[in-house]
């Protein structure tokens, strides 16, 4: 039973367990997998060509070295949008509405890129922290502002995916509760009200797939840089 607006974000618990890494882990099995037959399932066939449009949108802007990360980033955006989309149901629960756990997405493959970065090509990346033709005495502030926006970007890849879903969340349970409120006093108005949580549970369809396209495109566009 839900007794507050931020409820619903609580990680679930059965027989004092938390059911967070079930949430997680469950996603898969929706998935059918490969199979050796020369006639594939239409579930197959369409996932097959969702797989292979993505990694080829994605993987356009990236030099050839990069083309390792094409495994991680598909699985990465396959497990964002599943758990995105299946959050919307009732019932259910959204992993990705958990600030650690986007945090935990965001921090290592971020660190990855720069240690990377730093590895392979140390000043092209040390660059970076100072554009060219800078005056002299605004090197110091340069360099300590590009360090802070260096660090600020996985913790702007995990804020922006929570917010952009608990918000979400959160207005289609105030219109929600407000059509069970005025069912009863004024049905004019809840039935303007449900119609407008269903549309906007539509939007929320497309913000769950939005965003995790937009959380892999960033880490593929860190990677670039």
């Known amino acids: 039973m839900i007794l507050g607006l ?8 059965f027989l004092g367990v938390p ?19 020369v006639i594939h399932s239409r579930s197959l066939v369409a996932q097959n060509s969702f797989v292979l449009s993505f990694t ?30 299946l959050g919307l149901l009732p019932y259910t629960f959204t992993p ?53 926006s260096l660090f600020v970007r996985p913790f702007a890849l995990g804020v922006r995916l929570t917010a952009n879903l608990a918000a979400g969340h959160l207005l289609i349970q105030l219109l929600s509760s407000a059509t069970l409120f005025l069912i009863n006093q004024m049905w004019p108005v ?16 497309a913000v769950a797939a939005i965003q995790a396209y937009v959380f892999v495109l960033l880490l593929s566009l860190y990677l670039q840089e």
């Open 6 to 13: 931020f409820d619903q974000f609580f990680t679930p618990y």
């Open 19 to 37: 059911l967070l890494a079930v949430a997680i882990a469950a996603p898969w099995v929706l998935f059918p997998k490969p199979s050796n037959r």
């Open 56 to 85: 080829k949108q994605i993987l356009l802007p990236l030099n050839v070295g990069a083309h390792k990360w094409a495994l991680l980033l598909t699985v990465l955006m396959i497990n964002l949008i599943t758990l995105n989309l």
């Open 96 to 148: 990705t509405t958990q600030l650690p756990l986007n945090m935990g997405f965001a921090i290592p493959l971020w660190l990855a890129t720069v240690v990377i970065g730093l590895r392979n090509q140390p000043t092209i990346a040390l660059g970076h922290l100072l554009p060219e033709g800078t005056p002299a005495p605004l090197i110091p502030v340069l360099i300590i502002i590009e360090t802070i």
């Open 190 to 205: 809840a039935i303007l009200t449900g119609l407008v949580m269903v549309l906007l549970t539509l939007l929320e369809l």
